[in-house]
C-alpha cells in the first residue's frame, strides 16, 4: 500500500461536520459533500441527504457546504433564509479562493490552472467575480493572449509537474505577473507516493470515486509506470488481472473512506 492514501484532512473535516449536523435534523449537504458515492450514501443513510440549491433547504433546516467549496452568492441567499449553514469548504480550497478573491482585487487577471467542469474550479472562478479563465492544457494557454497582470492559482488536486508546466507558458504571457501555487500538500504526498509504489509493482489499483478529480490523476500518473485499474469498490476485481501478477500496489484518493481500502486490501489477499 502507498504510504499516503484515503481520507485527506479537508476530507475528514467535511465528513465530521456532516455527521455532527445530521444530530440536529433536517440537514442536506449542498451536492455531493465528497465525490465518494459509497460515502454520500452511507451518510444520507445517516441522516444527511443532499439538494442542489439553498432553495430547496426546509425553514429551520441546515446546508453544508460542500468540501468542493461554492461561490460568495450561496453564502449571500442562504443568509437571507431562515436556516443554518455549516461551511465544509476544505481550508485549501478556501485558501484558493481567497488567493483568487485578492488578485482580482489587485487588478491582476486571474487564470485557474484546472478542470473546467469540476465544482472547486468553479467556485474559484466564481470568487475571482466569474471573468478568471481556466486552462486545463500547455496548448490552451499558448492560445491566451497577453495581459496586463496575470495572476495564476490552480486547483488544490492538480498536480504539481502540471502546474510548471502550464504555468511556464503562462509567464510569457505579462510582464507582471503573480503565481499563488494553491496545490495541497495531501495531493502532492499522494501523487509522489503512488508514483514511487507504481515503479515497483506488476499492476495498481487505483481506489476512488470514479468522479473524483485526484482519484482520476492518481490512476493516470500510475498508468505511466505499470498497469492500472482504477476502481471504486472491490465488487469490481476481476479474477483475469491478477494472472502473472506477482506485486500488487494499492492507492487511493483523498475521498476514498478508510472501509474501502480496507475490502479490496483484503480480497486481494484471498
Not at 440549491?53 to 433546516?61: L, N, W
Not at 476512488?208 to 500510475?222: E, P, V, W, Y
Request: aromatic share 4%; net charge negative.
Amino acid at each position: 500500500m502507498a504510504e499516503y492514501l484515503g481520507f485527506c484532512y479537508g476530507v475528514k473535516r467535511a465528513i465530521r461536520l456532516a455527521r455532527d449536523s445530521a444530530e440536529s435534523g433536517n440537514a442536506s449537504t449542498l451536492g455531493p459533500i465528497i465525490h465518494n458515492p459509497q460515502m454520500v450514501a452511507r451518510l444520507e443513510e445517516e441522516g444527511v441527504g443532499s439538494v442542489d440549491s439553498v432553495d430547496e433547504v426546509p425553514d429551520g433546516g441546515t446546508v453544508i457546504i460542500r468540501s468542493h467549496g461554492v461561490g460568495p452568492e450561496v453564502y449571500e441567499k442562504a443568509e437571507k433564509r431562515p436556516i443554518r449553514l455549516v461551511d465544509a469548504t476544505c481550508p485549501h480550497v478556501k485558501k484558493a479562493q481567497k488567493a483568487a478573491y485578492r488578485l482580482a482585487q489587485d487588478g491582476y487577471s486571474v487564470v485557474i490552472i484546472g478542470e473546467k467542469q469540476h465544482p472547486e474550479v468553479k467556485s474559484i472562478l466564481e470568487w475571482a467575480g466569474g471573468h478568471a479563465t481556466v486552462v486545463e492544457t500547455e496548448e490552451e494557454a499558448e492560445g491566451l493572449s497577453p495581459f496586463a497582470k496575470l495572476g495564476i492559482v490552480a486547483q488544490t488536486t492538480c498536480s504539481g509537474a502540471n502546474f510548471q508546466s502550464i504555468a511556464a507558458r503562462l509567464i510569457a504571457k505579462s510582464n507582471d505577473v503573480r503565481i499563488l501555487r494553491t496545490i495541497c500538500t495531501a495531493t502532492d504526498q499522494r501523487q509522489s507516493a503512488a508514483l514511487a509504489l507504481a515503479a515497483e509493482v506488476d499492476m495498481m489499483l487505483v481506489i476512488g470515486g470514479k468522479n473524483s478529480a485526484n482519484t482520476t490523476r492518481l490512476a493516470q500518473l500510475c498508468a505511466e509506470k505499470t498497469v492500472v485499474h482504477h476502481i471504486e469498490t472491490a465488487s469490481e476485481l476481476e479474477d483475469e488481472w491478477f494472472h502473472d501478477i506477482k506485486k500488487i500496489g494499492i492507492t487511493a484518493g483523498a475521498s476514498t473512506p478508510d472501509w474501502i481500502i480496507r475490502e479490496v486490501y483484503q480480497k486481494c489477499q484471498m
